[in-house]
């Protein structure tokens, strides 16, 4: 099992919807979580960082639910800007290893 | 300069051929990291160091893969005998060690290509 799986998708959602994706991690000992957002032939780029208590960053509201050991993204008003590929990462252990998921593709729509 | 700094951009090697990647961490970052990101994948872990230390190099695919970070700044990743499976995009990442929800910024990547 991967240490940290995502669904790749693609999602693809008209402009406008609201879209979610989740994250699971297999280490209960991770501490650190992100979402970065990686464009076509670019390198990843940090989206967000996700806390324990939920937080919020316009449109976008990340969550961590340390018990299920999973996080999620959600994205309300979507735009055809936010047509990326997400990726969820995890940090663990002593250095602060950095593991990421596989990605989830999103495809916004005119 | 400000980011993490990857060289060559794009390179092109015959299979088994050696190859040299190059990266310039940011300025003081502690930790530093190699990723293989295959087409529409996430990046995969290679190896980690934290200054020139080794630490973690469990993610190499075989010995022909070979990481150093002689002086704790600049890394280079070698790879000997280049084989076609080895095509695709590395990307090397700097962060501080040892701060809560610490950022890992990311160089725009070597696309290599054996053919």
């Known amino acids: 099992r991967k240490e940290v799986e995502q669904d790749p998708g693609p999602f693809n959602v008209p402009e406008g919807a609201t879209v979610a994706f989740n994250c699971t991690y297999s280490n209960s000992a991770s501490q650190s979580f992100f979402w970065y957002r990686q464009d076509c032939r670019k390198e990843p780029k940090l989206l967000m960082s996700v806390y324990s208590s939920g937080n919020e960053d316009g449109r976008f509201t990340a969550q961590l639910n340390r018990a299920s050991q999973y996080i999620s993204l959600l994205i309300r008003d979507s735009k055809l800007s936010d047509s990326a590929t997400y990726l969820c990462v995890v940090i663990t252990g002593g250095y602060q290893k950095v593991t990421f998921g596989t990605g989830t593709k999103l495809q916004v729509i005119p | 300069g400000a980011g993490v700094s990857q060289s060559p951009r794009y390179k092109v090697a015959k299979r088994g051929q050696d190859v040299a990647l190059r990266c310039d961490p940011i300025s003081g970052h502690v930790s530093l990291f190699w990723y293989q990101q295959a087409l529409g994948q996430g990046p995969e872990f290679l190896t980690y160091f934290q200054n020139e230390a080794q630490l973690d190099k469990s993610g190499l695919p075989s010995d022909r893969f070979f990481a150093e970070r002689p002086e704790g700044s600049v890394s280079t990743l070698k790879i000997q005998r280049t084989q076609q499976e080895d095509s695709a995009v590395y990307l090397c990442?700097?962060?501080?060690?040892?701060?809560?929800?610490?950022?890992?910024?990311f160089g725009q990547g070597t696309r290599l290509t054996v053919v």
């Open positions: 990442a700097s962060s501080r060690t040892g701060v809560q929800n610490t950022e890992a910024f």
